[in-house]
């Protein structure tokens, strides 16, 4: 089941609100519409390697045991090193979590894993706890409002200090028991949630479709304080997570392109800036919604938003350190003195820690059918595992790149098509397929 993200010539638009899109996630037996196909995301330069890099090594992180993966982009600061994994994959197991993407609904956000424990989201918003190890289901509950008879669109989870935060899609944020999914406490939000939420300490924070980041009490789900943004009309589907320094910055997107680091104390605002497009030559390039997590590496924050606006920035004070015109809705991956970025083109491209030089591009299949240019592939990932990057596409292939030269490593089939991240934990690579399966591969 396939998700047509780019069906009718809409390519990335999954912005809600957007005229002229049809049903973008209808059928594949619709007739094609005739013309030219030409990309949305046709509004950043063109980019190309810099020669100073050939024959220049790349040296990796050391690897790492990974066992929990708390939000949905890894650990609070998104940054999740080169974690141990095989370089060979047998699955271990296949489970599903409930109710799959389908024309009315999606499946938008990745598990998380705690304690030896995978726990997901479903399109119908129930969330459900399966064993690491087994893939036996532990538990399973429904956290629509019973007055709600619509099912939300979007939602996730968010695991910490030993509890799990969920919402999922509707105007409230709970926090669960993750040993029986038993409710702790339920409260209201300003607007409807479409990203999971992220647990940081002794607090809750939640993002709302509205462009407010509230946070709530661990203990009691007192709220504690808000931040808001400037609200926008026109978004892509779904949203992403903020992320949190050690030291208790947060870096929070908002759809309007706009990022900003606030103090997890009493949510005052450090710095801003805004990632809209320096060009904007077609429709979609005024969507300058930040879909891809922000990521703290070290003394730096990188984000990338769709509509064509690449930065990397200090973490304390904001400044730019350097910027480029790539866009996309992947989380970028830091490797090293490099960062890696999955763009909207479907290229892979590694750009220098430092100075944001490309030290080499990748272009990954963008059509399942190549010589006509029908049936695109929209990539997920990466994530930095045994040494390799690990992408995965919605039509069931997986890829593994060298991070140093960007050469493909190999490919194979994992069966049905996922649109989200890959997960690593626990020596485990899991995939959430569109149709609501778990797979583990070791």
């Known amino acids: 089941m396939r998700g047509a993200l780019l069906k009718a010539g809409c390519a990335l638009a999954l912005a809600v609100g957007l005229a002229g899109c049809g049903n973008m996630f209808g059928s594949d037996d619709k007739p094609k519409l005739p013309g030219t196909r030409l990309s949305v995301l046709d509004l950043q330069a063109e980019i190309s390697p810099d020669p100073s890099f050939k024959d220049t090594p790349l040296e990796l992180p050391a690897l790492k045991d990974v066992a929990d993966w708390p939000t949905p982009a890894g650990s609070l600061t998104h940054d999740n090193g080169n974690i141990a994994l095989s370089g060979t994959f047998k699955k271990a197991w296949s489970s599903s979590i409930g109710s799959g993407s389908s024309s009315e609904l999606r499946l938008l956000t990745a598990p998380v894993v705690a304690d030896g424990v995978v726990y997901a989201i479903d399109s119908s918003s129930e969330v459900s706890a399966t064993d690491l190890a087994t893939g036996k289901r532990?538990?399973?509950?429904?956290?629509?409002?019973?007055?709600?008879?619509?099912?939300?669109?979007?939602?996730?989870?968010?695991?910490?200090?030993?509890?799990?935060?969920?919402?999922?899609?509707?105007?409230?944020?709970?926090?669960?028991d993750p040993a029986n999914g038993g409710l702790i406490w339920k409260k209201a939000l300003p607007a409807p949630a479409r990203a999971a939420p992220v647990i940081a300490g002794d607090m809750v924070l939640v993002l709302t479709v509205d462009n407010q980041l509230s946070a709530f009490a661990l203990a009691d789900g007192a709220p504690l304080w808000t931040h808001t943004g400037v609200s926008e009309t026109t978004g892509l589907i779904g949203s992403t997570v903020p992320a949190v320094s050690d030291d208790g910055i947060i870096i929070v997107p908002y759809t309007s392109g706009d990022i900003y680091a606030l103090r997890q104390e009493n949510g005052a605002v450090l710095w801003q800036d805004s990632l809209a497009a320096l060009r904007r030559t077609t429709a979609l390039g005024s969507i300058a919604d930040i879909r891809g997590a922000p990521?703290?590496?070290?003394?730096?924050?990188?984000?990338?938003?769709?509509?064509?606006?690449?930065?990397?920035?200090?973490?304390?004070?904001?400044?730019?350190?350097?910027?480029?015109?790539?866009?996309?809705?992947?989380?970028?991956?830091?490797?090293?003195?490099?960062?890696?970025?999955l763009d909207g083109e479907q290229r892979l491209i590694s750009l220098s820690r430092e100075d944001g030089r490309v030290r080499w591009i990748t272009q990954l299949d963008p059509w399942e059918d190549m010589k006509k240019k029908e049936d695109p592939i929209i990539w997920r990932g990466p994530v930095l595992a045994g040494g390799r990057l690990i992408t995965v596409g919605d039509n069931g292939e997986l890829i593994q790149i060298d991070p140093a030269t960007g050469e493909t490593l190999s490919k194979e089939d994992v069966g049905d098509g996922t649109s989200v991240a890959p997960v690593v934990a626990g020596k485990t690579l899991l995939l959430l397929d569109n149709d609501g399966d778990l797979q583990a591969l070791r």
């Open 295 to 341: 990521v703290i590496d070290g003394d730096r924050v990188y984000a990338v938003s769709y509509s064509g606006r690449m930065l990397a920035l200090d973490l304390r004070r904001g400044g730019r350190l350097w910027e480029q015109e790539i866009g996309g809705i992947n989380t970028p991956v830091p490797v090293g003195a490099s960062v890696v970025v």
């Open 138 to 176: 532990k538990w399973k509950v429904s956290i629509r409002p019973r007055e709600e008879r619509d099912v939300g669109l979007g939602g996730g989870v968010g695991y910490g200090a030993g509890r799990l935060a969920t919402t999922g899609g509707f105007a409230e944020v709970l926090l669960l």
